[in-house]
C-alpha cells in the first residue's frame, strides 16, 4: 500500500534514502559523499520535515512510502521546479530499499505519481536522472519516458550531470 509519510517513518526513509544513494550512484557520486557526508542519522530530520511542515520552493511536494508492514519504497512529487515547465509535475524521488528490488515497488510507486499527477490535473511528468545511472534511465525508459533534450550539471554532487525525462500523460 501506499500511503503518505507520516514522523514516526523518517528513520525507515532516510535509510532507504541514503542505501538507494549508495546503491545507485556509486562510481558516480563521490563516496566521500555518499559514506561520510551523507548519514542516516543526518537525514531524519529532513524526513521528520517532509511528513510534518512544508519546505520553502517545495510547498505543494508530496512524501510518500510503499508500505506493506514493512516500508520498501520512498516517492517525493510535486510541481516542477524547472522554469521551463512550470506547469508540468516532477518526481523528485523516488528509491526504493536495494534488498527489495525487482518486486514491482518502484512500477507501484511510478503509476502512484502518474495518477496523483492527474488528479491534480497535470499533463505531464518530468524526472531527473544522473547520466550515467544506466538502470534508472532504463527502468524509466521502460515506463514510458524519454528524454527532452534538456541538461544540467549537479554541482553539489562533483558536477555529475543529470538528464530530464518526460512523459504526457492523459
Avoid at 519516458?145 to 558536477?159: F, I, P, Q, S
Wanted: glycine residues 10%; charged residues 35%; proline residues 2%.
Amino acid at each position: 500500500m501506499i500511503r503518505r509519510l507520516r514522523k514516526e517513518d523518517a528513520p525507515r526513509a532516510a535509510e532507504i534514502h541514503i542505501f538507494g544513494w549508495r546503491a545507485a550512484y556509486r562510481g558516480i557520486v563521490s563516496d566521500e559523499t555518499l559514506f561520510k557526508e551523507m548519514t542516516v542519522a543526518a537525514r531524519i530530520p529532513a524526513w521528520e520535515k517532509r511528513a510534518t511542515e512544508r519546505e520553502e520552493g517545495y510547498e505543494d511536494w508530496e512524501s510518500y512510502v510503499y508500505d506493506d508492514g514493512i516500508i520498501k519504497g520512498i516517492l517525493s512529487i510535486g510541481s516542477c521546479r524547472d522554469d521551463d515547465k512550470k506547469g508540468s509535475f516532477e518526481l523528485g524521488g523516488i528509491y526504493v530499499d536495494p534488498l527489495m528490488k525487482r518486486q514491482g515497488i518502484g512500477k507501484a510507486l511510478i503509476r502512484f505519481c502518474e495518477n496523483r499527477a492527474k488528479e491534480l490535473g497535470f499533463k505531464e511528468i518530468l524526472i531527473w536522472v544522473f547520466e550515467a545511472n544506466d538502470p534508472s534511465r532504463k527502468f524509466y525508459e521502460a515506463m514510458g519516458y524519454k528524454t527532452d533534450g534538456k541538461t544540467k550539471v549537479h554541482e553539489r554532487h562533483g558536477g555529475a550531470l543529470e538528464v530530464r525525462y518526460a512523459k504526457s500523460i492523459k
